[in-house]
């Protein structure tokens, strides 16, 4: 048997050592536990020459999950600060440090809350939105948001003075519940936006919740139930002594304010009644396109530095104007038929209209299509909606019981509401309210204060009559 000898072993030690030892020599640690870990690779470039780089690497506890950051730099100590912003950059994100904790960027440490603001309400108007969105949003944030808030950092704003903002300071100022959430949508929109550009890692009003919309109260829902069955009939009384028929027969109809104030001709569609029916098309709404300020606005109070209108701008961009544009929406195009009666009320209506326009005191106002609308001033210019709203109040002023604080947009509510009691499905409401099938269920939902209890009456009654027989007791 083959005795080893010392020098065997000490040749399968070394082997063994060469098998399981490191590939290189070790380095001290320089590190302690929590630290990271820093290591340095030699790669050689195109042009021949070597450089060195250096791996900072660490793992962070965040939450309930672990995660590892890893940043390259030609320095250990660039690789470090590198790595380190990263990880901090991931703290305030999850809300374990604040905004202000992160070392501000030289071309972002000046952009305050007005910046965010103007960049957001630009971008907005690229959109496309409609004029009276874009009126209502700069309202808010020029009245509101602007005057709190435009001056201060936008990486500075907190949480904390947002929460106070909403729910104690704009309710101080009376501001209802529909005008306080839009302000909130502005921002939080406008927040998104820079979050969504990386000039924010962490949104401050993640939590902040939007004050809710103003909801139609059991008694409002009642009153317009009542008002769905008596309104049309004594609101089309009224109107015709006025001479007013035709513009709140089609607001009964559910037409939207605008709808009916741009109609015009060809919104009459009598073509082959006999297969198609009289038809009112609703194509089109009137919008009042205001001019712009073209002087500088103060983004720290949001004031205007003219001090005046934008009518009265000594460097107002465009003119004030009027414009028949598309339907609020897509599925707001549609077409209604009508009965005979109804149609020759409006194609009365027309040719009275017609022959104003004959007159020498008319004068349309310049843009497409508006020589030829339905319903103008005596002058031949479009009907403001306040003046609308002003000529309603007017007609149901002696009408007893209507809706308390009743608005042009009420006799849609009234519409909704009675075709639902009168059997109409969703598919018709669809048809006639130009909704959104989408949205549909919501808007009917919004929009509608049927009796439901007497919708369901016969099924009622047929389980109440099975109490007793299945026949009514004979007295």
Same mark, same amino acid.
């Given at each position: 048997?083959?005795?080893?000898?010392?020098?065997?072993?000490?040749?399968?030690?070394?082997?063994?050592?060469?098998?399981?030892?490191?590939?290189?020599?070790?380095?001290?640690?320089? #590190?302690?536990?929590?630290?990271?870990?820093?290591?340095?690779?030699?790669?050689?470039?195109?042009?021949?020459?070597?450089?060195?780089?250096?791996?900072?690497?660490?793992?962070?506890?965040?939450?309930?999950?672990?995660?590892?950051?890893?940043?390259?730099?030609?320095?250990?100590?660039?690789?470090?600060?590198?790595?380190?912003?990263?990880?901090?950059?991931?703290?305030?994100?999850?809300?374990?440090?604040?905004?202000?904790?992160?070392?501000?960027?030289?071309?972002?440490?000046?952009?305050?809350?007005?910046?965010?603001?103007?960049?957001?309400?630009?971008?907005?108007?690229?959109?496309?939105?409609?004029?009276?969105?874009?009126?209502?949003?700069?309202?808010?944030?020029?009245?509101?948001?602007?005057?709190?808030?435009?001056?201060?950092?936008?990486?500075?704003?907190?949480?904390?003075?947002?929460?106070?903002?909403?729910?104690?300071?704009?309710?101080?100022?009376?501001?209802?519940?529909?005008?306080?959430?839009?302000?909130?949508?502005?921002?939080?929109?406008?927040?998104?936006?820079?979050?969504?550009?990386?000039?924010?890692?962490?949104?401050?009003?993640?939590?902040?919740?939007?004050?809710?919309?103003?909801?139609?109260?059991?008694?409002?829902?009642?009153?317009?139930?009542?008002?769905?069955?008596?309104?049309?009939?004594?609101?089309?009384?009224?109107?015709?002594?006025?001479?007013?028929?035709?513009?709140?027969?089609?607001?009964?109809?559910?037409?939207?304010?605008?709808?009916?104030?741009?109609?015009?001709?060809?919104?009459?569609?009598?073509?082959?009644?006999?297969? #198609?029916?009289?038809?009112?098309?609703?194509?089109?709404?009137?919008?009042?396109?205001?001019?712009?300020?073209?002087?500088?606005?103060?983004?720290?109070?949001?004031?205007?530095?003219?001090?005046?209108?934008?009518?009265?701008?000594?460097?107002?961009?465009?003119?004030?104007?009027?414009?028949?544009?598309?339907?609020?929406?897509?599925?707001?195009?549609?077409?209604?038929?009508?009965?005979?009666?109804?149609?020759?009320?409006?194609?009365?209506?027309?040719?009275?209209?017609?022959?104003?326009?004959?007159?020498?005191?008319?004068?349309?106002?310049?843009?497409?299509?508006?020589?030829?609308?339905?319903?103008?001033?005596?002058?031949?210019?479009?009907?403001?909606?306040?003046?609308?709203?002003?000529?309603?109040?007017?007609?149901?002023?002696?009408?007893?019981?209507?809706?308390?604080?009743?608005?042009?947009?009420?006799?849609?509510?009234?519409?909704?509401?009675?075709?639902?009691?009168?059997?109409?499905?969703?598919?018709?409401?669809?048809?006639?309210?130009?909704?959104?099938?989408?949205?549909?269920?919501?808007?009917?939902?919004?929009?509608?204060?049927?009796?439901?209890?007497?919708?369901?009456?016969?099924?009622?009654?047929?389980?109440?009559?099975?109490?007793?027989?299945?026949?009514?007791?004979?007295?």
């Amino acid at each position: 048997m083959y005795e080893f000898q010392p020098e065997d072993i000490e040749r399968l030690e070394a082997i063994l050592r060469k098998k399981h030892a490191p590939k290189r020599p070790l380095k001290p640690r320089k #590190r302690a536990d929590g630290e990271g870990t820093v290591v340095s690779i030699t790669r050689k470039l195109k042009n021949g020459t070597e450089a060195t780089y250096y791996w900072a690497k660490k793992t962070v506890v965040l939450g309930d999950s672990r995660k590892q950051f890893v940043a390259q730099a030609r320095t250990e100590l660039e690789a470090i600060e590198k790595r380190d912003r990263k990880i901090l950059k991931a703290k305030v994100a999850y809300g374990m440090e604040p905004q202000s904790a992160l070392p501000p960027d030289p071309k972002l440490q000046d952009l305050t809350v007005g910046d965010c603001l103007e960049d957001w309400l630009r971008e907005r108007k690229r959109d496309d939105l409609a004029p009276a969105t874009l009126h209502m949003y700069d309202a808010r944030i020029r009245n509101h948001l602007l005057p709190a808030f435009g001056s201060e950092s936008v990486r500075l704003i907190t949480y904390r003075q947002l929460k106070v903002f909403f729910e104690e300071t704009l309710p101080a100022k009376d501001l209802g519940p529909d005008s306080i959430r839009q302000t909130f949508i502005c921002l939080k929109s406008a927040l998104d936006y820079y979050v969504r550009d990386g000039i924010l890692v962490a949104h401050p009003m993640v939590g902040l919740k939007a004050p809710a919309r103003k909801k139609k109260t059991l008694e409002d829902t009642r009153a317009i139930r009542r008002a769905s069955k008596f309104l049309g009939e004594y609101l089309m009384v009224e109107a015709l002594k006025a001479g007013q028929e035709a513009r709140w027969f089609l607001g009964l109809l559910g037409l939207r304010q605008s709808e009916v104030l741009g109609m015009t001709d060809d919104s009459l569609d009598g073509a082959r009644p006999a297969k #198609r029916g009289r038809r009112v098309v609703v194509k089109q709404q009137l919008k009042r396109i205001s001019a712009e300020h073209g002087c500088e606005l103060s983004k720290a109070t949001g004031k205007w530095s003219c001090g005046r209108s934008s009518t009265n701008c000594p460097q107002r961009i465009g003119e004030n104007r009027w414009e028949l544009t598309k339907t609020k929406t897509e599925n707001g195009y549609r077409e209604i038929v009508i009965t005979e009666d109804a149609w020759q009320m409006l194609v009365a209506h027309r040719k009275k209209q017609q022959a104003k326009r004959k007159l020498p005191g008319f004068h349309p106002e310049p843009g497409e299509g508006l020589d030829k609308l339905l319903f103008t001033r005596e002058d031949g210019k479009p009907i403001y909606a306040q003046r609308d709203r002003q000529a309603l109040g007017e007609l149901v002023g002696s009408i007893k019981n209507i809706p308390e604080d009743m608005t042009v947009h009420t006799l849609r509510h009234v519409a909704t509401t009675a075709l639902i009691e009168g059997g109409a499905e969703r598919d018709d409401l669809i048809a006639m309210m130009g909704w959104s099938p989408k949205n549909a269920d919501a808007q009917i939902s919004t929009y509608s204060s049927a009796d439901m209890a007497a919708k369901a009456a016969d099924t009622t009654k047929g389980y109440v009559d099975s109490f007793f027989g299945g026949a009514a007791v004979k007295k």
